[in-house]
């Protein structure tokens, strides 16, 4: 049996409420902006200073890319073993590992491992990140939570590449590692109190998940167009940010420092585009916001090709809004539609897939830009998978979030007993208790053997 009132003694030594989700914006920082975005700011200096090609510079996105894909294997599996706070955990550890590997990294073989590392830390911190930030806030603001996530790879976004900036600008493209080093010291000392003041209460493991989660992902309502939707992303969003910085610079003539300037508007607007988003699908749905969000996608990346240096400046901003749209509400729509047992090994199969794509797609990004001799066709490929999305969008299900079954009244439970000449039950009394995502109607005959 519970001990409820030592939990509620443990949580209370644990950040709750907007300090939680501030420090776990964060983590979201360190998983997904440091450990996987950084690179793409960073590739031409990476590239030029090892003398690599853009298909091998594409090859090392790829190697971080495949190490998530992995990474989400993982979660699927430790879900039913281990608590989703120690994935977690594991995960900031493994990323911070990989951080120091680029940052003392002599060659591409050692980033590699480095990047690797990142990558599979990525995954096992930023699985759990939804559910954990979710839990520490009111029920009623869980999509909000998961926004700010976004927002916190949004910041991590805007300071790779202000950092960027300022490192190459002032030493050269060699000091690459230098930004590593300097994100290495700021994700410690993150790990350090996250590991201290971040806890989350999970009372079951989950069970039935199946082969990498697929079966707990069969579980939820419209799974098949959330995979390809998430799929679509995964491919669409890669060749864009791993190569936006590259293409400003190699086909429009852009400087490192204005190149820089354009990835740190997509950041800054990539902290305000989760929340927004998320605010504008519980008003008109997950699908309708997504299509717009697709949509909206293919036609910025394309008027991006002229290279104008003010349009291009406004258009990094809707780049960056549109890019923290789709993964947050898609992230918002699986929270919104498991179950406690089915959260983790869900999402970690929908990352499965989206890892799949993420794989794809930066070689293929770099391959094509190597065999034309310029990145329009990459961008423009880009802009045609978002019109696909678009209207994969339209197979998700119009009510995006099914809330949880209503506690019918004493009066209806005795009326229905009465017409079925049965005798009444007892009217079910609600003690709403967190559990993972979701909060339970527990009977109140349940509750002394619970």
């Known amino acids: 049996m519970t001990d409820f009132g030592s939990e509620a003694r443990t949580r209370q030594r644990r950040l709750t409420g907007a300090a939680a989700v501030v420090l776990m914006a964060l983590v979201a920082a360190l998983a997904q902006s440091f450990g996987r975005f950084t690179y793409g700011v960073l590739l031409p200096a990476v590239r030029d200073d090892l003398g690599l090609s853009n298909t091998v510079a594409g090859s090392l996105a790829t190697v971080n890319m495949a190490a998530y894909l992995v990474g989400s294997l993982i979660v699927a599996t430790a879900s039913s073993r281990f608590r989703l706070i120690s994935v977690m955990r594991v995960g ?22 480095g990047l690797f590392a990142q990558g599979l830390g990525g995954a096992l911190t930023w699985i759990p990140a939804p559910v954990i930030t979710a839990d520490a806030i009111a029920p009623e603001r869980r999509g909000l939570a998961v926004g700010f996530l976004g927002a916190g790879m949004g910041l991590g976004v805007v300071f790779a590449g202000q ?15 230098t930004v590593y080093f300097v994100q290495l010291i700021i994700g410690a000392a993150v790990v350090a109190v996250v590991l201290l003041a971040i806890g989350h209460r999970q009372e079951r493991l989950a069970s039935r998940t199946g082969l990498g989660g697929f079966s707990a992902l069969r579980r939820v309502p419209g799974w098949a167009p959330l995979v390809s939707a998430f799929f679509v992303f995964g491919l669409l969003y890669l060749l864009i940010i791993s190569f936006l910085t590259t293409r400003l610079e190699d086909d429009s003539g852009w400087t490192s420092t204005q190149a820089s300037l354009a990835f740190t508007l997509v950041g800054v ?22 299509a717009i969000s697709f949509g909206g996608w293919a036609v910025v990346t394309t008027l991006i090709l002229p290279g104008w240096f003010a349009p291009t400046l406004a258009l990094s901003v809707a780049v960056g809004l549109l890019f923290a749209s789709m993964p947050s509400v898609l992230t918002v729509y699986v929270v919104n539609n498991t179950t406690t047992d089915d959260y983790g090994p869900a999402f970690a199969a929908v990352t499965f897939s989206f ?14 830009a190597d065999a034309a001799g310029s990145f329009t066709p990459v961008f423009l490929l880009s802009a045609a998978l978002a019109v696909v999305g678009m209207f994969t969008s339209f197979g ?26 049965l005798e009444p039950a007892a009217s079910p009394q609600p003690d709403w208790r967190l559990v993972n995502m979701t909060f339970e109607v527990i009977r109140a005959g349940d509750t002394a053997s619970g």
């Open 92 to 113: 900031m550890v493994v990323a911070i590992i990989g951080q120091a590997l680029a940052t003392v990294s002599p060659g591409p073989v050692v980033l590699g491992i």
């Open 163 to 177: 950092l960027s900036s300022i490192v190459r600008s002032t030493m050269g493209d060699a000091s690459w590692r």
């Open 269 to 290: 607007a990539m902290i305000f585009g989760g929340p927004l988003f998320i605010a504008l699908s519980e008003r008109i749905g997950a699908r309708s916001t997504l």
């Open 355 to 368: 890892g799949i794509a993420q794989m794809i797609s930066p070689q293929m990004g770099g391959f094509i």
């Open 396 to 421: 998700l299900p119009r009510r995006s979030r099914p809330g949880f079954p209503a506690v019918p009244a004493a009066h209806v439970v005795a009326e229905a007993a009465a017409e079925a000449d």
